[in-house]
């Protein structure tokens, strides 16, 4: 199906610990509580909707700021035994050592961390407050000392786009599984914040391509930076990443493979597009993720101006949410593209070749991987397997790549209960 839901995020809460400077959210204090917030059983009865349709999902459980939900756990281990992986986006301030303990128990998969800075003043600036990089730094060392995967996020700014390398050799030391790169759409928090220039972004881009390319041993990517699959394409359009990379369509995943709910039920196509296209608590969630017009409209867009006339419209499409936070149409094309199309004819995401085989044993492991990350998995093994000269992917193979990429073991797919 085109419209298969590979991620769902759910904002558990708007309350925070922090007042990061970029927060789409606009997320209040931790003293700010609100009565409507999303109960636990809201998101036990929307993961059970998920879980009937398919258990390949991956749903990121955040905030706000997830860890001040004491009933964090419950979600986890509700998701967890309906067969989806469960992870965790949060700030990292708030990981102790006991809280680690129990998400572990609990099932999740994986954490995601945001560090926007390896300078302490300059990350607790951005952060809002003094002191919370430390907290988050001994957060990370919780998940090490107890085996809790976990990836770095990283928001790049005009302030530490200079850091990429920095932050790279970071992760890699502690063992960080993956670097996401997110580049600021200018809503919530962050519309008083300037973004990076459309040079800048496009630098940031290649030196990305550059670092992935390097390293075989953390994967480096970009968010909500469709124009990255442009940079590749143009550099190499046979190169490994353009076989390995994206979901389908390669572009912007909003409305198409992902959606968000609120906390306060209702559905949007990502964070950053706030139009609500339905809600939870006064419809089932699969008839709004199904049936909704704009949610189709994303499914098969019309873009306007450049994005309609270019030709990587199929494999980039541009950031949707941009020309609407800039007060345009949800279809304009991306503000922040430096690219002038050149009117030649539409280029099509990468086909796998139909000559690469699997073992038995392959086909098995590949099976026990959670289904977000499936595909990936799967284009890079027949992608290394065709540069060695071969046309077989067996289980061996896919040992080289978890102990390359995974720390010598590729994730599982929970047990369905």
């Not at 941009?322 to 690219?339: E, F, K, N, Q, V």
């Amino acid at each position: 199906m085109q419209n298969d839901l590979y991620l769902l995020a759910i904002n558990t809460t708007r309350r925070c610990n922090l007042a990061c400077e970029h927060c789409y959210q606009n997320a209040d204090t931790l003293n700010s509580i609100d009565s409507s917030e999303i109960t636990v059983d809201e998101i036990k009865k929307l993961l059970d909707e998920v879980s009937d349709r398919s258990i390949e999902t991956m749903v990121v459980l955040t905030g706000g700021e997830p860890l001040i939900r004491t009933d964090l756990e419950l979600m986890v281990e509700h998701g967890s035994k309906c067969g989806l992986s469960m992870v965790i986006g949060t700030n990292g301030s708030l990981l102790t050592e006991r809280r680690v303990l129990s998400l572990k128990q609990a099932g999740v998969l994986g954490l995601g961390i945001s560090i926007d800075s390896l300078n302490h003043q300059q990350h607790d600036r951005f952060r809002g407050l003094s002191g919370c990089l430390e907290k988050t730094l001994t957060g990370i060392e919780h998940c090490r000392k107890h085996n809790l995967s976990f990836q770095i996020h990283f928001t790049a700014t005009n302030d530490n786009a200079h850091e990429l390398d920095a932050m790279i050799a970071f992760c890699r030391d502690k063992g960080a599984r993956v670097l996401n790169i997110f580049f600021i759409v200018c809503t919530g928090r962050g519309e008083s914040l300037s973004d990076i220039s459309p040079v800048k972004y496009e630098d940031l881009l290649s030196k990305i391509m550059d670092a992935q390319e390097k390293y075989d041993d953390l994967i480096i990517r970009p968010r909500c930076a469709p124009h990255f699959k442009r940079v590749a394409f143009e550099r190499n359009p046979e190169s490994f990443m353009n076989q390995i990379s994206g979901y389908d369509g390669d572009g912007c995943i909003a409305g198409n493979h992902y959606c968000r709910v609120t906390e306060k039920g209702a559905v949007t196509p990502c964070p950053y597009i706030p139009d609500e296209v339905g809600n939870i608590r006064t419809q089932s969630f699969l008839e709004i993720w199904d049936n909704n017009k704009m949610l189709q409209q994303l499914r098969s867009p019309k873009l306007k101006g450049a994005c309609g006339e270019c030709e990587y419209q199929k494999l980039c499409g541009g950031c949707r949410a941009r020309p609407l936070a800039m007060g345009g149409d949800i279809m304009d094309a991306d503000p922040w593209c430096s690219h002038v199309p050149e009117g030649g004819a539409v280029i099509l995401p990468y086909q796998l070749k139909d000559n690469i085989n699997w073992t038995q044993d392959a086909q098995k492991r590949l099976s026990r991987i959670p289904g977000f990350l499936r595909g990936m998995i799967r284009k890079r093994a027949e992608a290394y397997v065709r540069d060695q000269g071969e046309v077989v992917v067996t289980a061996e193979h896919l040992s080289l790549l978890a102990a390359k990429r995974f720390g010598g073991k590729l994730p599982k797919r929970p047990e369905h209960g």
